[in-house]
């Protein structure tokens, strides 16, 4: 072995380093020279599970609490309708406050000011109906017969026969006095059912505040949403909101033109309920199809228990077949286009499923639920419309 040159030490073998003992580190920290274990994330099947029973919860609560939510939910459908013109308000420089208090306000005075003038033209109406009810139904019935006579002439005794003839005037005066005393329960009872303390003090009150602070509230609720999917579900409430407001937008201007058309043109027409039978059948037109065939319906009856010529009654129809051609060709496509995305199907069964389950609080709640989760139902469809499970080729045959 041959001598180091000076200056040089032997080289040793450098033993580890000690490990502290168990009791020095702190409590959870990894041994010496191991990494510590990564945090483990949330899985699929947590988030899922998250997400049915925050559902089931939001249910529960709606069940729980219906009898009492329906002037809140009036008021936040007030504060949606009312919250871009109070934004156009505020970046005039007005504050948020004034505006929401002036179009609050402004919508109490409009209401108020319809309610003093059409609810006694209503009830005395109602009151015409009930006191020529009978006349009606007489009415009704010498029409039907009118209108069976040259139909049995024709088919023979044999297919229209007495007992059917009986039957039908039967029947078309059980449909006029059903709808006529049902109509007359409505409108005298409607103070019963709107209960007037919850319309004239607290929805305003609650609209305000909502209106208010809505963009605050919408600030907050998006800071909510957990960080991975924030994106994914601000784009989900995006598309909700332009399909709603489309669709209520499109619905309003619906339902006040073709009410205020009907109106006026059953009026001149010389249909005595003509007022009362026009904004029913206007007002009735957010559920597509049901509202202007109960109207048809409705007006047809009466022309024919008050008029006594085909003609009238025709153009009874032709007004209501008028409407239509406007509703359809003219409104819609001109002001709405292709921006409405629900289907007609969907929101009839969305409004009867709503009113089945929470009455009218599930006809409030309906629309806006069927648009979210036709949002939804898109957005799924284009994820497994990019995927492998539908782009992959099927595999070639063994």
Do not use: K
């Amino acid at each position: 072995m041959s001598p180091l040159p000076p200056g040089r030490e032997p080289r040793r073998d450098a033993a580890p380093a000690p490990s502290p003992p168990a009791a020095a580190r702190p409590a959870g920290a990894a041994p010496a020279g191991r990494a510590a274990p990564a945090q483990p994330g949330s899985t699929r099947g947590q988030r899922l599970a998250l997400m049915l029973g925050l559902l089931l919860a939001l249910l529960f609560l709606i069940w729980l609490f219906s009898a009492i939510l329906t002037p809140f939910v009036l008021a936040a459908s007030i504060a949606y309708f009312l919250d871009p013109p109070t934004t156009r308000l505020t970046r005039l420089g007005m504050p948020r406050t004034l505006a929401a208090a002036l179009l609050i306000t402004g919508l109490g005075v409009v209401f108020l000011l319809c309610v003093l003038l059409l609810y006694p033209l209503l009830v005395q109406q109602v009151a015409i109906l009930l006191q020529r009810l009978p006349a009606y139904v007489l009415g009704i019935g010498r029409s039907v017969r009118e209108a069976l006579g040259p139909l049995e002439a024709r088919l023979g005794p044999e297919v229209v026969s007495d007992r059917l003839r009986e039957l039908a005037v039967g029947q078309a005066g059980s449909i006029l006095y059903f709808v006529g005393t049902a109509l007359a329960r409505v409108i005298t009872g409607s103070v019963a059912l709107f209960n007037v303390f919850t319309l004239v003090v607290v929805t305003p009150i609650v609209a305000f505040y909502l209106l208010r602070d809505w963009p605050r509230m919408i600030a907050r609720a998006e800071s909510w949403l957990p960080r991975r999917s924030a994106a994914t579900l601000r784009q989900l409430g995006r598309d909700t909101d332009r399909v709603l407001s489309a669709w209520l937008r499109g619905q309003l201007i619906c339902c006040a033109g073709l009410a205020v058309y009907y109106a006026v043109a059953l009026s001149a027409a010389g249909l005595e309920l003509g007022l009362t039978v026009g904004l029913l059948s206007g007002f009735l037109t957010f559920i597509p199809y049901v509202g202007s065939f109960t109207g048809l319906l409705l007006s047809t009856l009466l022309a024919m228990a008050q008029f006594d010529t085909w003609s009238q009654v025709g153009l009874v129809v032709g007004i209501f077949v008028a409407g239509q051609i406007l509703e359809g060709y003219v409104i819609y496509p001109r002001l709405l286009g292709d921006r409405v995305e629900l289907h007609a199907v969907w929101v009839i069964f969305a409004l009867f499923a709503g009113g089945v389950a929470f009455g009218f609080l599930g006809v409030l709640l309906a629309v806006p639920m069927a648009a979210a989760l036709g949002v939804v139902a898109r957005y799924w469809l284009r994820r497994y419309l990019e995927s492998p499970l539908y782009l992959d080729p099927p595999r070639a045959g063994r």
